[in-house]
């Protein structure tokens, strides 16, 4: 199965729900993010390896997809997932079976796999950054979860049981929200999703001292719109010679760099939020500070 779907949608709850409501509930649920763990240490992640493998493998280690037996693998961000790793990837789905790093007798499991990914594969598979055929074995069921901003009427409900969740977790009285603090919500873009919102529910739990939320307690306003620049002040600057290609590319270039530029404004200079903010992988955004030097 294939989960598509915008950064903090709640792919991985979706996941969950799925894995709780099936036969193999009572089996594990195993979740791996493919683009937060560095691909020299993903395999190893994925499937194990042996003692004596590798420098530093002093004890056998079991992989995600052997803990996952009988059970549901979540491969977040497998949009991400390295050329490398794709082909054995296949062939686990495939076959049902494996070998760890190292080791040469075959590991038979019995796995659900739920991949998740906030890129449009049908466009990496046109790259070749991604294996048509391992697209085709995992989009046999496609779901795409909906951004936040798409299904409104799901926001006070959301808000609702997030309010509720931190109260009990803060150890604070019920509150409930003031009618002015519900429209703020409703009418917010949400670029964030349902992790941007469940942030959001506990600031204003934490800055509420009486036992309403109103809407200054939803600290939306930071999201300021950026004034457009004018034409003759920033885009007169930017150099057209050369090809239609390469005037092109100097132009995109500008506005990724202002772009990435705002997330970080946005996200407090915090890298990781910026990344969800533009819908990027970690390390993809790392790659472009590079570039455009704003490390």
């Known amino acids: 199965m294939l989960l598509e779907g915008e950064s903090g949608t709640g792919k991985e709850l979706f996941a969950r729900a799925l894995h709780a409501l099936s036969p193999r509930a009572d089996g594990p649920f195993v979740a791996i993010n493919c683009a937060a763990i560095p691909e020299t240490l993903l395999e190893t992640e994925l499937f194990g390896h042996e003692k004596g493998a ?73 790259a070749r950054q991604f294996r048509e055929d391992l697209y085709f074995r995992l989009s046999v069921f496609p779901i795409t979860i909906p ?31 003031a009618p002015s603090a519900v429209e703020e919500l409703r009418v917010y873009a949400w670029p964030g999703n349902v992790r941007e919102l469940q942030n959001c529910i506990e600031r204003a739990c934490i800055l509420t001292e009486g036992d309403t939320i109103h809407a200054r307690h939803l600290s939306l306003s930071f999201r300021a ?63 472009k500070l590079k570039d455009y030097g704003l490390e």
């Not at 949009?79 to 990837?89: F, N, T, V």
């Not at 409900?157 to 409930?176: E, G, H, Q, S, T």
């Not at 004018?230 to 010679?241: C, T």
Request: with cysteine; hydrophobic share 45%.
């Open 54 to 126: 590798f420098t530093g493998a002093n004890q056998r280690k079991p992989g995600k997809f052997e803990l996952a037996h009988r059970g549901t693998l979540f491969l977040d961000e497998i949009g991400d997932l390295p050329l490398s790793l794709q082909a054995k990837i296949l062939r686990a789905l495939e076959e049902k079976r494996f070998e760890r790093v190292g080791g040469t007798a075959p590991l038979q499991v019995d796995v659900r796999v739920v991949a998740a990914t906030n890129r449009h594969l049908k466009a990496a598979v046109a």
């Open 147 to 177: 951004p936040l901003r798409e299904r409104p009427d799901d926001i006070p409900m959301l808000a609702k049981y997030f309010i509720d969740k931190f109260c009990r977790d803060l150890n604070k009285k019920p509150l409930v929200f």
């Open 225 to 287: 719109a950026v004034p457009a620049v004018a034409d003759d002040d920033a885009w007169s600057k930017i150099d057209l010679s050369g090809t239609l290609a390469d005037a092109t590319r100097r132009v995109v270039g500008e506005i990724e760099r202002r772009k990435i530029h705002q997330a970080l404004d946005e996200a407090g200079g915090n890298r990781g939020r910026a990344a969800e903010v533009l819908q990027v992988s970690y390390k993809m955004l790392l790659a």
